[in-house]
Structure formats: structure tokens, C-alpha cells
């Protein structure tokens, strides 16, 4: 329930009129069509933002960050969701205005206006106050982001960071930040900047800032749990971190070369060059080992999708090819034939992984309990939360499947999801449908969901339908 299964709080603000949904790890936002949103769910992900119900109107799109939801508005102006917000009770005083770009952290967001200043609100502790370097947040052309630190890059070349040290959140005292700066990359816990003569910077993690001369011209970065790698402009790559987590390339640095694609894992990491070849590296047990299947990732690679510990490649002839740890997505050798083929898109959750084929089958393989061994037919799309998935089928209706505490049973809202279904999202564990006429039906397991029955479809007569 506190994941955003439960709904009953605010039913009757999302019964009619939603247009469009989203989430973030624990909660959701709904934007209805007069403009405004609500929010429902865990209030420390975004499900509460009462504090902000003055500014929620004339919304025209919502998106989430891991803990927080943002809202874009026609005029320019944004704020977070609010699970109380009633907008004929609005004020409207306070609007923040002009706003050019967001950043988030885990749990606050950064908003850089067009006059070059910055406002951030949210968890304190993840970077939501800036009231210590407010007056020094002039000029500012670029905000990054940690896990709960934000870093802004100013006009001068100077640049400025708060929120939680061990996130990067502290620079200040770096005579070498004070100028020069042309761009600030921000991985899970470290900041790496770099400078206009191309040397580089890193703070935060004490335990993966590297010696930055040789990080220049980065274009992508991916990170394990203990480890970092960067694409650069030249295709090249660079790692760093704990060698057992994929800090370390010593033995495939030869063939990390015109690099286009990072993905990883828990504990590795799988590159995907300009040919289509795939090079891995990191944790075997995470799929930093793929030497099983090493003939079938020599070329034709076109797309990389992961679980926690397995790694899956979509090839140009719609073949998939998986290694890694086998109980979570890594042997899909049981489906060779239907993988062999025609694989349009491969999703991912923490355990499984779901291939969507061109005519609109789909198969299934890893953790059982998570999702595997399950064929469906007739779907357009496909949306996961931690242990569970959910389709939308040809004909509007939605199935799910995997651990009923994520969301994987839909039963209770069956009659909710037989038609008219025209988009998914979930959460860490219950998701959420959206309808054709507004109406939002959510589901999830104990803990992450709850009774959705308050949120049916309700008639509401148009003025043709009205007789004198």
C-alpha cells in the first residue's frame, strides 16, 4: 500500500478526465485534463506535496524522478504532485516561472530558470535545500546529479555543489572548481569534471574518484554497485572502481573500441561496439563472463537490456542472445527457438526477462516467481516493477504476472483491465493503468497494493446526452 497499490484516498479526484500517468520508486502522479494533478502513494516518493497545492495547475505533462514526481506546465512553470489538491481551492500565489531544465537526485529536484538561477525543494538531505549557496547560484547553464547531491556548472566556468557530502555534495573547497569547468558528469555517489583543457576533477565516493587525467571527452557513463565506466567521444572506454564490480578492463581493453552502448548489471558490465560485437567484463556471476556465447556476440548486436545479474542482446536478425546468472534471466535455452527470431524488444525487471516478438507474442524466461515461464499473445507493450510484469494487449486489456506482492496479480481489478487500457507504469511494486475514459485502476501485493475498486468508471452525461 505504500507503494501507491491504494488509491482510495484520492478516488474521487482520479475517477474521470486522467490523461496521462507516471511514477516513481514508491508512488503515483495523475494529470487530468482541466490541468491538474494528484498524487498517491509512499510520501516520501512523491505521493504527497501538499506543500506545493497552489502551484499545481495548468499542467500539461508529469514525469518521476526515483522519489519525487515533476510537473511540466504549458506557461513554463513546474511543481511536485499533490494527493490533496482540490484546484478550485488554489491560490495561484508563488509561482515559480521560467523554468528552462530539471534535475533530480533520489529524492529532490533542481530547477534551472532562464535568468541562469537555481530553486530545488525536496529531501534536504538529498540536495532539496540550497539555501547555503543560493546567493552564489547566479549564471548557471547546467545542473548534474548524483544519488542525493546536485553540482551547477556557471557561465563563468566556476562550479558550485550541495546536498550530501558522501554524494558529492560538497566542492567548495576546490580551488581547481573555481574556473574552467565545461562539463560536470554526475554517476550514482561522484561528480567528474571536466575542464576546458580537458583535465578532469572527481569528488564525492572517496572509494571511486580516480585520477581524472585520464577521463577526457566522455559522451556516457554506466555504473555497477561498486564500479563506473565512460564512454568516450573516440569510442574508447574507461573504468574504474573495485576490479571485482567491472573496475577493472585490463583484460578486454583491446577490444573496447568505437564503443556506442554501456549496460550493466549489479556487478558487470557488457559494451556494445559500432560492429555489433559485445565485450564484457566484471562479476562472472553478473554476466561479466560471456564466453559461452562469445560466437554469438562477435557482430549483428544492435540493443542491450539487463536484470540484476544477467544480461540479454537483441541482434539486427531478432535474435537474443542471454549470459549471466541463470537463475535470473542468463539461460534462455529452453526458449532457443522462439528466441532465435523476430524479437522486436526485450524487457527487463530485477529476476526476468519478457522478449516482445513482432506479431505480439511474448515469452519469458528467469526467475519464475518474477515472471518466467509464461507465453502471451496479442501484446503492444510491456511495463515491469521489481519482480512482476504487465502487458497491454491488442485489445486494450491488460494481463500481469510474476510475485503478486509487485504487482504480478491482477485479479481484484480484473473487470477493470478487460478494454480501453491505453497506458502502464509501475512503480517498485503495484502498478498503474491508465484508461481510454480517464480512469486510473491500480494493483499490487500486500504490501505495495490495495483495493483499487473505488476507481470504476463513472458516466458522466455530455451536454448532447442532456434532454430538455
Known amino acids: 500500500?505504500?507503494?501507491?497499490?491504494?488509491?482510495?484516498?484520492?478516488?474521487?479526484?482520479?475517477?474521470?478526465?486522467?490523461?496521462?500517468?507516471?511514477?516513481?520508486?514508491?508512488?503515483?502522479?495523475?494529470?487530468?485534463?482541466?490541468?491538474?494533478?494528484?498524487?498517491?502513494?509512499?510520501?516520501?516518493?512523491?505521493?504527497?506535496?501538499?506543500?506545493?497545492?497552489?502551484?499545481?495547475?495548468?499542467?500539461?505533462?508529469?514525469?518521476?524522478?526515483?522519489?519525487?514526481?515533476?510537473?511540466?506546465?504549458?506557461?513554463?512553470?513546474?511543481?511536485?504532485?499533490?494527493?490533496?489538491f482540490d484546484s478550485s481551492d488554489a491560490s495561484y500565489d508563488g509561482l515559480l516561472v521560467g523554468v528552462a531544465r530539471i534535475s533530480g537526485t533520489g529524492g529532490a529536484f533542481a530547477a534551472t530558470k532562464v535568468d541562469g538561477s537555481v530553486v530545488t525543494w525536496g529531501d534536504p538531505k538529498c540536495g532539496g535545500d540550497s539555501s547555503k549557496v543560493k546567493q552564489q547560484l547566479r549564471g548557471v547553464v547546467e545542473v548534474s546529479h548524483t544519488a542525493a547531491a546536485f553540482a551547477a556548472r556557471m557561465a563563468d566556468g566556476s562550479v558550485l555543489a550541495w546536498g550530501d557530502p558522501a554524494c558529492g555534495g560538497q566542492s567548495t573547497s576546490s580551488q581547481k572548481l573555481r574556473m574552467g569547468a565545461r562539463r560536470v558528469f554526475g554517476l550514482y555517489k561522484l561528480f567528474a569534471c571536466i575542464r576546458a583543457d580537458g583535465t578532469v576533477s572527481m569528488w564525492g565516493d572517496e572509494t571511486l574518484c580516480m585520477d581524472g587525467a585520464g577521463l577526457k571527452d566522455v559522451v556516457s557513463v554506466a555504473g555497477t554497485a561498486k564500479a563506473c565506466a565512460a564512454i568516450t567521444a573516440e569510442g574508447s572506454v574507461l573504468a574504474w572502481g573495485d576490479e571485482r564490480w567491472g573496475g577493472d578492463l585490463s583484460k578486454v581493453s583491446s577490444q573496447l573500441q568505437d564503443v556506442q552502448q554501456i549496460c550493466a548489471t549489479g556487478g558487470a558490465f557488457a559494451a556494445r561496439t559500432q560492429s555489433g560485437a559485445v565485450v564484457t567484463w566484471g562479476d562472472a556471476a553478473s554476466g561479466g563472463d560471456s564466453l559461452e556465447v562469445w560466437d554469438q556476440l562477435s557482430d549483428g548486436v544492435v540493443d542491450l537490456s539487463h536484470t540484476s545479474s544477467a544480461f540479454a542482446a537483441r541482434k539486427a536478425d531478432g535474435s537474443v542472445v542471454t549470459w549471466g546468472n541463470e537463475d535470473l534471466g542468463g539461460n534462455s535455452f529452453e526458449?532457443?527457438?522462439?528466441?532465435?527470431?523476430?524479437?522486436?524488444?526485450?524487457?527487463?525487471?530485477?529476476?526476468?526477462?519478457?522478449?516482445?516478438?513482432?506479431?505480439?507474442?511474448?515469452?519469458?524466461?528467469?526467475?519464475?516467481?518474477a515472471g518466467a515461464n509464461i507465453r502471451l499473445e496479442g501484446v503492444v507493450n510491456i511495463c515491469g516493477t521489481y519482480r512482476a510484469f504487465a502487458a497491454v494487449k491488442e485489445n486494450g486489456s491488460v494481463v500481469a504476472w510474476g510475485d503478486p506482492d509487485c504487482g504480478g496479480d491482477c485479479s481484484r481489478v480484473a473487470a477493470a483491465l478487460r478494454g480501453d487500457v491505453v497506458q502502464l507504469c509501475g512503480t517498485f511494486g503495484a502498478f498503474a493503468a491508465v484508461k481510454k475514459d480517464g480512469t486510473v485502476v491500480t494493483w499490487g501485493g500486500p504490501e505495495t497494493g490495495a483495493d483499487s475498486s473505488m476507481l470504476q468508471p463513472v458516466h458522466e452525461p455530455d451536454s448532447n446526452d442532456e434532454t430538455s
Open 1 to 84: 500500500m505504500a507503494c501507491g497499490g491504494d488509491a482510495s484516498a484520492v478516488a474521487s479526484r482520479i475517477r474521470k478526465r486522467v490523461f496521462h500517468i507516471c511514477s516513481t520508486y514508491g508512488a503515483f502522479a495523475a494529470t487530468k485534463t482541466d490541468g491538474s494533478v494528484v498524487t498517491w502513494g509512499d510520501a516520501d516518493w512523491g505521493g504527497n506535496s501538499s506543500t506545493a497545492q497552489d502551484q499545481l495547475y495548468m499542467i500539461s505533462c508529469v514525469s518521476g524522478t526515483f522519489r519525487a514526481f515533476l510537473d511540466f506546465r504549458e506557461s513554463g512553470t513546474f511543481f511536485l504532485g499533490d494527493d490533496a
Open 335 to 369: 526458449l532457443s527457438y522462439d528466441l532465435s527470431s523476430d524479437v522486436a524488444q526485450v524487457y527487463g525487471n530485477g529476476a526476468a526477462f519478457a522478449a516482445l516478438k513482432v506479431d505480439g507474442s511474448v515469452v519469458c524466461w528467469g526467475d519464475a516467481s
